[in-house]
C-alpha cells in the first residue's frame, strides 16, 4: 500500500521538475547582462575572438536548442561545464552541496534541538516569565538578519576576543578542532530564524494539542506531565514536521548570506558568485539541484506523515 | 549583493568617521621628511622623480629588509574565488596577481620588484631581443637551462606551442576562453616559429614597437601539463616556470603554492603562499587582526587608522590607475567640449581625497598622474575644483541653468575603490555649477556590459555617463579606451565614442616608433589631448591600499596593479 502511494507521490514530480527546469532556463536568461562580460572582464576582448568563444560555450545556439542540449545532457548525468570557473558543473555542485550539507546540518541540530527544547518548555506554562522570554528570543532569533548577526559574531569572537577563524572551512581530515571552529559561527547565525521558527511552532502547536479533549481524559487518568507529553507531542507532531521539512530545505537553499559572510565554499555561494558573473550553466544547473532536493525533501515529509499521522495515510489510500 | 552593500555601508561609516590614516601622511602633498614612515625612496633609478612622493606610504625599512627568510605568507584577496590558474587567470587583476605572476613566467615580463621607477618590459623567458630592419620581424633569445614544473624542457617549441594554444582555432589544444582574455595582447602578432631550440621569430601584421609589453601579458604553460591533462582539466594541473608551483587548489576555497627551488631568477624565500577569496571586506579586516591571514587587500576604508594604531604595515602607492567619469560624447551635451571641459572644473576633488577618503586617493586631472613619462606637464593640474570656470564654460555652451544628467556606476567589486560614497560627493559637487546628477548603481555585470556596449549601442542612450576604474598601465589595452580602433561594436573599449584624429596618429606613430623616449614624448602629447578634450572626466587615482602584518618583510609595493613575491619573508 505504502509502496503503490510513494510510487503515485513520485511520477508527479517528472512534470514539477521539468517545469522548474523551464522557468529556471528562462528566468536566467531574461536577466540583464551578458555572460562572456565576467569571463572577459572589463578590458573586454576583440569581438572575433568573442565570437568563437560564443560558439564554443555554444550561446550563438537559438534558446530552445540550448535548453534541449542542457536536458539531453542532465539525462546523461552530465551537469556542464562552467567556463567561468573552468570546472565541471558536477564537479563543482558535489564538492559544494557536501559543504552546505554540513553547514546545514549543524544549523539544523542547532536550530531544531534548541527550537523544540525552547518551544515545548515555553509551552508547559504558557503565559509565565519563560514563556514570554522564549517568544522575546524567538522574534528575535526570527527577525535578525542571519548576515548581520554573522558580522556581529566576527567582530566579538575573531576580531575581538580572536578565539574563532573569521571566515572560510577546513577539511576535516586536517583535524576536527580547527572544522569546528570554522564551522560554529556560520552554523550558528544560520540557525538563528530556524531556532525561532522552530521555537514558536513548537509552542504553539503543543499548546494547541493540550487544550484538546483528549488530554483532559489523560489528566484524569492520573498520568504524569511527562508521560501526558509523549502523547501530545505524537499528536502535534505533524505540524513541526512539515515545518521542519521547510526549515531544512531553507538550510540547504538559503545559506546564501551566510555563506558569502563566512566564506563558506557551499552551495549557496556557488550561486551567488555565479549569478554575479552570469555563470548560465552553473546557476541553471545548481538551482535544479536545490529544485530537486526540495522536491525530494518535501516527498519524504509526506512519506513521514503517512508514517506517523493514520489520518493522512486513510485519506492518502482513499 | 550583500556584501557589495556592506561594502558601500562600510564605506559609508568612512564619512562618520573621518579619522583615517591622518597619523599616516600630511594631508597636502609635502616632500618626504625622512625616516621609517615616510615615503619611500626607491634605491633603484627612478623616471618619476617629479612625483610628489608623499601620497606614497610604505614603510621603507620593511620593504627592503631582506635580513631573512621562510614563513608562510596568506592573502586575503578580495576576489569572491580562487583565480583559476589558466593564461591568463580570472578574477582580474588580482588572478593576474598572486597566481599568474607567481606560476607563470613571460617572455618579457615587468620587472615590479622596485620601488620608484615606472616597470616596464624586460629580460625574462627571453633574455634578449631585436627587431629587424624591416621592423616586423622580431628576434627572441630564449634563456637555456629552464624547467617546468614538471620537468619539460622550456625552448622554442613550447613557446610555440602557447601561441598555437591562444591563436590556432584548429590546434587541438586550442583554449577558447583564454584565447579571447589574450585577444588584446595577440592582436599585433602575423606569425611565430621555432627559428632553433632557443630562436623564436615573431612577425607582426604592421610595425609595432609595443611588441615586448604585449609578450608580457602572454604566461607560458607546460606544453606537456596541457597535452596530458586537455583543455578542461589543466587548470587542476596548472604547470608554468614561474617562481611558485601550485601545490594545492580547491576551488572557491584555497590554492597553496611552494617556491620553486630551481627556479632560475633564484628561489623565493618564503616557505609557502596560500591564497583565500575573502570577498567581503569586513571579514579580510577580521582575518587579518585575528592574525588568520597577513596579506589583506584593500580592508575598509574606515578601519585603516585603527589597524595603523595597531601596528599593521599600511601601505599605499601611486600607480596607474584611475577613476573616470567616461561621458556619452556622441550626444547633447556632452558633444560639446566646454561642457566636458565643465565637469573636469566641477569636481572637489582634494575634498574626495583628504574629506571622504581620508588619504586613500589621489587627485587626478590627467589619465596618469605627475612624474609618469606620460603624464603632460603643459596641460599639469589644469583641471582642478574652479567653480566659476565651470560656471562659465556652462553658460558658454548654451546651458546657464546647467541640466540633468544620469551615470551608471559599479556597486563595488576589486580595483572600482568605493563608487557610493565617492558619487554622492560628485552630485554635490556638480550641484553646485547647477548640474543635477542622477546617480544609477548596477551590479557588475550590467555594469560592464554597458561599458563594453559603449555610447553607441541605442540600450545605453539612457546614460550619459559611466563610472569606470581604468589601468593605463600598459599596451596594447590602454589605447583602446580612447582611440578608433577600440570603438564598438568592431573594438573595445572605446565607450564614449570620443575620435581625435591627432591622437589616433600619435598613437600610431608611438606604435611605429622604437625608441623608448620618443615614444614616451609622442605618448605624452597623446595624454595631452585626451585629458583637454576631456571625454573622459578624471576623479581621483587610487592608491593601491593594502595592510600587512609586520612580520611580514621585504615586499617592496611597485608603481604598478602587480607585485612581485620572491623577495618576501615572514617573521616567526
Redo the contacts between chains.
Keep these: 500500500m505504502l509502496g503503490i502511494l510513494m510510487a503515485r507521490r513520485l511520477v508527479a514530480v517528472v512534470p514539477a521538475l521539468l517545469g522548474v527546469s523551464v522557468v529556471i532556463f528562462v528566468m536566467i536568461r531574461v536577466l540583464?547582462?551578458?555572460p562572456?562580460?565576467?569571463?572577459?572582464?572589463?578590458?573586454?576582448?576583440?569581438?572575433?575572438?568573442?565570437a568563437?568563444?560564443a560558439r564554443?560555450?555554444g550561446f550563438d545556439e537559438p534558446m530552445p536548442l540550448q535548453y534541449l542540449h542542457w536536458l539531453g545532457r542532465l539525462l546523461t548525468g552530465d551537469l556542464g561545464?562552467s567556463?567561468?570557473?573552468?570546472?565541471?558543473v558536477g564537479e563543482?555542485i558535489g564538492?559544494?552541496i557536501g559543504r552546505t550539507a554540513v553547514l546545514a546540518g549543524a544549523g539544523a541540530v542547532i536550530g531544531l534541538v534548541t527550537g523544540i527544547g525552547l518551544g515545548t518548555a515555553a509551552a508547559f506554562r504558557p503565559g509565565r516569565l519563560l514563556d514570554r522570554a522564549v517568544s522575546a528570543l524567538a522574534i528575535t532569533g526570527m527577525s535578525v538578519p542571519s548576515?548581520w548577526l554573522g558580522?556581529l559574531l566576527?567582530?566579538l569572537f575573531?576580531?575581538t576576543l580572536?578565539w574563532l577563524?573569521?571566515?572560510?572551512?577546513a577539511e576535516l581530515a586536517d583535524g576536527p578542532a580547527d572544522f569546528l571552529a570554522h564551522l560554529i559561527m556560520p552554523a550558528l547565525a544560520n540557525a538563528a530564524i530556524t531556532i525561532g521558527l522552530t521555537a514558536r511552532t513548537t509552542r504553539s502547536s503543543l499548546i494547541e494539542t493540550y487544550g484538546e479533549d483528549f488530554v483532559y481524559t489523560l489528566r484524569a487518568k492520573g498520568l504524569s506531565d511527562a508521560q501526558i507529553l509523549r502523547h501530545v507531542a505524537k499528536n502535534a507532531a505533524p505540524a513541526i514536521l512539515t515545518m521542519i521539512g521547510l526549515q531544512v530545505g531553507y538550510l540547504l537553499g538559503g545559506s546564501v548570506?551566510v555563506e558569502?559572510?563566512?566564506?563558506w565554499?557551499g552551495l549557496g555561494?556557488?550561486i551567488?558568485?555565479a549569478i554575479?558573473?552570469?555563470d548560465l550553466i552553473l546557476i541553471q544547473s545548481s538551482l535544479l539541484v536545490i529544485a530537486v532536493t526540495f522536491i525530494l525533501l518535501n516527498l519524504v515529509v509526506d512519506m513521514l506523515q503517512i508514517v506517523v499521522n493514520p489520518r493522512v495515510r486513510r485519506l492518502a489510500s482513499a | 549583493m550583500?556584501?557589495l552593500r556592506?561594502q558601500h555601508l562600510l564605506a559609508s561609516a568612512a564619512l562618520t568617521f573621518p579619522v583615517l590614516l591622518a597619523a599616516c601622511r600630511p594631508a597636502a602633498p609635502a616632500p618626504a621628511t625622512g625616516g621609517n614612515t615616510s615615503a619611500v625612496n626607491a634605491p633603484t633609478a627612478s623616471t618619476t622623480s617629479a612625483a610628489p612622493a608623499s601620497y606614497d606610504h610604505v614603510d621603507n625599512a620593511i620593504a627592503t629588509d631582506r635580513t631573512g627568510k621562510g614563513g608562510t605568507l596568506i592573502v586575503g584577496m578580495s576576489a569572491?574565488?580562487i583565480p583559476?590558474p589558466?593564461t591568463p587567470p580570472?578574477e582580474?587583476y588580482e588572478g593576474t596577481r598572486f597566481v599568474g605572476n607567481q606560476i607563470y613566467d613571460e617572455l618579457t615580463p615587468v620587472n615590479y620588484d622596485q620601488g620608484d621607477s615606472v616597470p616596464v618590459p624586460g629580460p625574462g623567458l627571453a633574455t634578449d631581443w631585436a627587431v629587424g630592419d624591416d621592423k616586423l620581424t622580431w628576434t627572441f633569445h630564449l634563456r637555456q637551462g629552464v624547467k617546468f614544473h614538471d620537468g619539460t624542457e622550456f625552448n622554442a617549441d613550447a613557446v610555440v606551442f602557447n601561441f598555437d594554444r591562444l591563436l590556432n582555432?584548429d590546434f587541438p589544444y586550442f583554449d577558447?576562453?583564454a584565447?579571447?582574455?589574450n585577444?588584446?595582447n595577440l592582436?599585433k602578432v602575423d606569425t611565430y616559429r621555432a627559428v632553433d631550440p632557443y630562436t623564436l621569430e615573431i612577425k607582426t601584421k604592421s610595425p609595432y614597437s609595443f611588441l615586448p609589453w604585449d609578450m608580457s601579458h602572454m604566461m607560458i604553460a607546460s606544453p606537456t601539463a596541457v597535452k596530458t591533462y586537455g583543455v578542461?582539466e589543466y587548470?587542476k594541473h596548472a604547470t608554468g616556470t614561474g617562481p611558485f608551483k601550485m601545490t594545492k587548489y580547491?576551488?572557491?576555497?584555497?590554492m597553496e603554492l611552494d617556491p620553486n627551488e630551481n627556479y632560475w631568477g633564484g628561489k623565493p624565500k618564503l616557505d609557502k603562499l596560500i591564497l583565500?577569496?575573502?570577498?567581503?571586506p569586513?571579514?579580510r579586516?577580521?582575518?587579518l587582526?585575528?592574525?588568520?591571514i597577513n596579506w589583506a587587500e584593500v580592508p575598509p576604508p574606515d578601519s585603516v587608522d585603527q589597524l595603523s594604531k595597531q601596528g599593521f604595515n599600511v601601505i599605499l602607492k601611486q600607480y596607474p590607475h584611475t577613476i573616470i567619469f567616461a561621458l556619452n560624447t556622441y550626444d547633447k551635451p556632452f558633444s560639446d567640449i566646454r561642457v566636458r571641459q565643465a565637469l573636469q572644473y566641477a569636481i572637489d576633488r582634494e575634498g574626495m581625497c583628504t574629506a571622504l577618503l581620508r588619504g586613500l586617493c589621489m587627485p587626478a586631472s590627467q589619465y596618469l598622474y605627475p612624474g609618469h613619462p606620460w603624464f603632460d606637464p603643459q596641460l599639469g593640474t589644469t583641471f582642478h575644483l574652479d567653480v566659476n570656470k565651470a560656471k562659465q564654460l556652462l553658460a558658454d555652451a548654451g546651458y546657464p541653468n546647467g541640466f540633468k544628467m544620469s551615470i551608471a556606476y559599479p556597486t563595488g567589486g576589486s580595483g572600482n575603490m568605493w563608487p557610493g560614497p565617492m558619487m554622492e560627493l560628485v552630485q554635490t559637487n556638480f550641484k553646485a555649477v547647477g548640474i543635477d546628477l542622477q546617480l544609477v548603481p548596477l551590479?557588475?555585470?550590467?555594469f560592464?556590459?554597458l561599458?563594453?556596449g559603449g555610447f553607441s549601442d541605442p540600450a545605453n542612450k539612457k546614460y550619459d555617463a559611466v563610472y569606470?576604474?581604468?589601468a593605463p598601465d600598459a599596451p596594447p589595452?590602454t589605447f583602446?579606451s580612447f582611440t578608433s580602433d577600440g570603438l564598438p561594436?568592431?573594438?573595445?573599449?572605446n565607450a564614449t565614442g570620443y575620435v581625435n584624429p591627432k591622437v589616433d596618429e600619435l598613437v600610431h606613430q608611438a606604435q611605429n616608433e622604437f625608441d623608448a623616449q620618443k615614444q614616451d614624448a609622442l605618448l605624452q602629447q597623446a595624454q595631452g589631448i585626451l585629458a583637454s578634450d576631456s571625454s573622459f572626466t578624471f576623479a581621483v587615482h587610487d592608491l593601491n591600499l593594502r595592510v600587512l602584518s609586520q612580520k611580514v618583510r621585504g615586499f617592496m609595493p611597485s608603481r604598478s596593479w602587480f607585485a612581485d613575491l620572491r623577495n618576501v619573508w615572514v617573521k616567526p
Excluded at chain 1, 83 to 88: G, L, S
Excluded at chain 1, 260 to 263: G, L, N, V, Y
Excluded at chain 2, 289 to 292: A, D, K, L, T, V
Excluded at chain 2, 443 to 446: I, L, T, V
Design positions: 540583464p547582462g551578458d562572456l562580460a565576467t569571463l572577459l572582464g572589463a578590458q573586454g576582448s576583440n569581438p572575433a575572438d568573442r568563437i568563444l564554443t560555450l561545464f567556463y567561468v570557473r573552468h570546472y565541471a563543482l564538492a559544494a548576515f558580522i566576527i567582530i575573531s576580531a580572536q577563524p573569521a571566515s572560510g572551512m548570506l558569502t559572510i563566512f566564506a565554499p555561494n556557488l551567488y558568485t554575479l558573473a552570469r | 550583500s556584501n556592506w569572491g574565488n583559476y589558466n580570472n582580474g582555432k577558447a576562453t584565447a579571447a582574455s585577444g588584446f592582436l578542461e587548470i580547491i576551488d572557491g576555497q584555497v583565500r577569496p575573502m570577498p567581503d569586513a571579514t579586516l577580521a582575518a587582526q585575528s592574525g588568520e551590479e557588475w555585470n550590467n560592464i556590459t561599458f563594453i569606470i576604474s581604468l589595452f583602446q561594436p568592431n573594438g573595445c573599449c
